[in-house]
T-cell receptor, first 112, second 112 residues
Framework: DAGITQSPRYKITETGRQVTLMCHQT?????MFWYRQDLGHGLRLIYY???????DKGEVPDGYVVSRSKTENFPLTLESATRSQTSVYFC???????????FGSGTRLTVV | AQSVTQPDIHITVSEGASLELRCNYS??????LFWYVQSPGQGLQLLLK??????LVQGIKGFEAEFKRSQSSFNLRKPSVHWSDAAEYFC??????????FGTGTRLQVFP
């Protein structure tokens, strides 16, 4: 199906473990983004990518790693999960010059 | 500091009443402006956007927003609220960087 999909939808992991959140889009959009949503903070940008093999830090990148070897995929990895990374994570994509994003349904991550 | 402010954390209205959600920004230049809606457990959906031109913008679901340069505001309005409008609403700006900066959101509750 066309669109932007995130997996898993829910994830519980232990402190110190590595976890990867997946994001896949079918529009060949140039731009992809990862946000985290926390109460009282709205959405904060973690990392973004303007094209395959081009990534850059956002507002809150510490503890996260991204890669973009293919245009359609933009995985987010927590190298060593901490409780402060418990959050809802949203992936989004946008075509160059489109302005305004299309969002995935989110991944609710709990770190225990 | 540069920011997007949504001063109302929570608003309650009766079904059929009018609605106005406030958004102010503090940037030197006029950014591109957006309103998104998030239903519980869902991703964000674009309601409307403003780039330039007519300062009254029409969106989906009967929403509109008015850009007021003198007040650095982009308030969202709806003449008659439906119970299905209960959700969280986010104002966002793009400083011509292809990255969105979000406000902290306003949760709308609708009473029958």
């Amino acid at each position: 199906d066309a669109g932007i999909t995130q997996s898993p939808r829910y994830k519980i992991t232990e402190t110190g473990r590595q976890v990867t959140l997946m994001c896949h889009q079918t529009w060949s959009h140039s731009y992809m983004f990862w946000y985290r949503q926390d109460l009282g903070h709205g959405l904060r940008l973690i990392y973004y990518s303007a094209a395959a093999d081009i990534t850059d830090k956002g507002e809150v990148p510490d503890g996260y790693v991204v890669s973009r070897s293919k245009t359609e995929n933009f995985p987010l990895t927590l190298e060593s999960a901490t409780r402060s990374q418990t959050s809802v994570y949203f992936c989004a994509s946008s075509g160059a010059g489109d302005y305004g994003y299309t969002f995935g349904s989110g991944t609710r991550l709990t770190v225990v | 500091a540069q920011s997007v402010t949504q001063p109302d954390i929570h608003i309650t209205v009766s079904e059929g009443a009018s609605l106005e959600l406030r958004c102010n920004y503090s940037y030197g230049a006029t950014p591109y402006l957006f309103w998104y809606v998030q239903s519980p457990g869902q991703g964000l959906q674009l309601l409307l956007k403003y780039f330039s031109g007519d300062t009254l913008v029409q969106g989906i679901k009967g929403f509109e927003a008015e850009f007021k340069r003198s007040q650095s505001s982009f308030n969202l309005r709806k003449p008659s609220v439906h119970w299905s409008d209960a959700a969280e609403y986010f104002c966002a700006v793009d400083l011509n960087t292809d990255k969105l900066i979000f406000g902290t959101g306003t949760r709308l509750q609708v009473f029958p």
